[in-house]
């Protein structure tokens, strides 16, 4: 496992990368009883979230692993299409500040519904599309602002 160097970027988010996945963390705004509502949250095998703050952050840390050689071997030997995308477009939830992305996240967990977690483990040959879904929903929030 490697740790991919933060910048500024990236905001309050880290990454490591771990054989064929990368294991993205946000560390919390506050450490006490609310922490869970400021932090990822995450649907197994479903999907994810991150508050509209963190977005850029998010978006940021996924271009610096899609630097890193080991994005470029899993996605070549992953054989997928460029105009394959396994993520849908986000979605905002105006009442809680989150975008969704539903998508290949972490395994296939069994429980039910967005949950908050530490760390987003994502497939590297999944990036890619995720990274455009960010970009897209960035740029919208801006447009409209």
């Known amino acids: ?24 963390a946000c560390a919390p705004w506050l450490e006490d009883h609310t922490a869970d509502r400021v932090l990822p949250r995450l649907w197994a095998g479903r999907g994810l979230g991150v508050s509209d703050a963190d977005a850029a952050g998010f978006g940021a840390a996924i271009a ?12 070549h030997a992953a054989g997928r299409g460029w105009q394959e995308q396994p993520w ?16 290949p996240c972490g395994g296939d ?11 987003l483990p994502l497939a590297l040959r999944d990036l890619r599309g995720l990274r455009i879904r960010v970009a897209a929903y960035l740029r919208g929030a801006r447009v409209a602002s």
């Open 1 to 24: 496992m490697y740790e991919i160097p933060p910048t500024a970027a990236m905001q309050r988010w880290s990454v490591s990368v771990d054989g064929s996945r990368a294991i993205f």
């Open 64 to 75: 610096e692993v899609m630097k890193a050689p080991s994005y470029w071997i899993a996605s």
């Open 88 to 103: 849908a477009v986000a979605r905002r939830d105006q009442d809680d500040g989150f975008v969704y992305f539903a998508g």
């Open 109 to 119: 967990g069994g429980v039910v519904g967005y949950r908050p977690a530490y760390h």
